[in-house]
């Protein structure tokens, strides 16, 4: 068992200790994941690296109720309130603005692979609110799908890693996967 999974398992048993041991070992991750959503928004952007990680960190220092499994379903939760947090902050920008200069992000192979290739997807980029809304839609029709989507594209999970948050086999990650793609580049226009 490594180290977050076991502070994560002190916590589910009500150690008051264990909080204050995450932090130090989960915060490098969560500024990597942060780096990684940050590059792919627009210049200009107000929300910092920084300010993003201490922002999820301190609604999951939040969720008592959550019953920790493992270390990659920490950063699975991670992941789904890093996304609340980017579209939450572009609604505001966009409230501010009146619409105009909605936040993107860029949607590359590396990422999710929306773009037709690497060197075309330097020129695609989505406002983070239509893929949330599509996000939403998708959770609609499945929410696995959507979890997927979720952990590989904002938490950066391989699929071995989505298959054990799930309890799913790699390759019902790896189905649901070309399905969201699929689905998401349609609904999207991409």
Not at 79 to 104: F, P, S, Y
Not at 108 to 137: G, Q, V, W, Y
Request: with cysteine.
């Amino acid at each position: 068992m490594n180290d977050v999974t076991r502070i994560l398992s002190a916590i589910k048993q009500g150690d008051p200790q264990a909080a204050e041991e995450l932090l130090p070992l989960v915060y490098d991750e969560l500024r990597r994941l942060a780096r990684h959503y940050m590059r792919n928004e627009r210049q200009g952007q107000t929300l910092q690296t920084t300010a993003l990680v201490h922002e999820a960190y301190l609604r999951l220092a939040g969720y008592k109720e959550i019953k920790w499994q493992e270390r990659a379903h920490f950063f699975a939760i991670a992941a789904q309130l890093m996304r609340r947090i980017l579209v939450e902050h572009a609604r505001a920008r966009k409230r501010v603005k009146r619409g105009r200069d909605a936040q993107t992000i860029c949607l590359d192979a590396k990422t999710i692979s929306l773009a037709e290739d690497a060197s075309a997807s330097a020129d695609h980029f989505l406002d983070m609110l239509a893929l949330d809304e599509a996000m939403t839609r998708l959770e609609a029709i499945d929410s696995r799908k959507t979890r997927v989507v979720e952990m590989r594209f904002f938490a950066g999970m391989e699929n071995t890693e989505i298959a054990e948050v799930l309890k799913v086999s790699i390759n019902t990650v790896t189905r649901d996967w070309n399905f969201a793609e699929a689905w998401l580049r349609r609904e999207l226009g991409m």
